[in-house]
C-alpha cells in the first residue's frame, strides 16, 4: 500500500518473511492512524468485537452491474484514541458563532490500533465502512519490530527478531474482554516531513 508511512521490515530469508505474515502466527501490528469523520462510541465497539465489511474488488471499468462485492470477516482489534481535534474549517466557522452554538462539519482523530490479521487493506476497509476516512496511516510496529525515531527514508540494520519471542505477545483482550496492555509509546512526530528522501544503510555493531 503505497499510501501506508512508517515501518518497513526488510529481510532475505524467505522462510521468516513468510512467518512474519501468517494470521496464524497471530503477530502484533500497530498503526497510528488519522480519521475525518464521526467517531462514536458504537464504532469503536463495532471494530473491537470484529466486523464483517462488504468490500468491492471488482476489475476497474467492469460495469457495476457485474461486480460482486465479497464479504470478510475481520477479527475485533485493539483500539485507542491518541487525540481529537476540530478539522480547520469547522473551528473557523465556530470562531465566529457564540459560545454553545454547534456548526457543521467533523473532526479529526488520532488513533492507535493494534490487529493481528494483516488481511489486504484491512484497516482502510473497515474504517471506511464505518463512514470514516483515513487521510494517514502509519506502521509504528510489527512483532518486535519498533519504528521509534527512526527518520523517513533511513534504513537500519537490527538483529533478527526470534519468532518465537513475538508470537508471546498474547492475545489483544483479556478474557473479560478488556484490551490488554497500554498503548505503544509514540514517537513518531506528526511534523516530520515524509517526502521520499535517500536511503541511508546504518550498521550498529554491539
Known amino acids: 500500500d503505497m499510501m501506508t508511512e512508517g515501518l518497513m521490515v526488510f529481510t532475505n530469508d524467505g522462510k521468516y518473511a513468510r512467518a512474519l505474515e501468517l494470521p496464524s502466527n497471530k503477530l502484533w501490528r500497530t498503526y497510528r492512524i488519522r480519521v475525518h469523520g464521526r467517531l462514536t462510541v458504537g464504532k469503536l ?7 464483517t465489511v462488504r468490500v ?10 457485474k461486480v460482486t462485492g465479497k464479504v470478510v470477516k475481520y477479527k475485533g482489534m485493539k483500539v485507542n484514541i491518541e487525540r481529537k481535534a476540530l478539522s480547520k474549517s469547522l473551528s473557523q466557522r465556530r470562531g465566529t458563532k457564540s459560545r454553545g452554538q454547534r456548526g457543521g462539519g467533523g ?13 489486504n487493506r484491512q484497516l482502510r476497509r473497515i474504517l471506511g465502512s464505518l463512514g470514516l476516512d483515513v487521510t494517514r496511516l502509519i506502521r509504528i510496529s510489527y512483532g518486535d519490530y519498533d519504528l521509534n525515531t527512526i527518520p523517513p527514508g533511513l534504513a537500519v540494520e537490527v538483529p533478527v527478531k526470534k519468532l518465537a519471542t513475538m508470537k508471546k505477545q ?30 541511508e544503510w546504518v550498521t550498529y555493531y554491539s
Open 107 to 119: 473532526t479529526n482523530t488520532w488513533l492507535q490500533i493494534t490487529c493481528t490479521e494483516g488481511k
Open 45 to 51: 465497539r463495532a471494530m473491537r468485537k470484529g466486523m
Open 170 to 199: 498474547g492475545p489483544l483482550f483479556t478474557n473479560e474482554g478488556e484490551i490488554a496492555g497500554k498503548p505503544r509509546s509514540n514517537k513518531y512526530l506528526d511534523g516530520v516531513d515524509t517526502h521520499s528522501t535517500r536511503v
Open 56 to 65: 468491492n474488488d471488482g476489475i476497474a471499468g467492469e460495469e457495476p452491474s
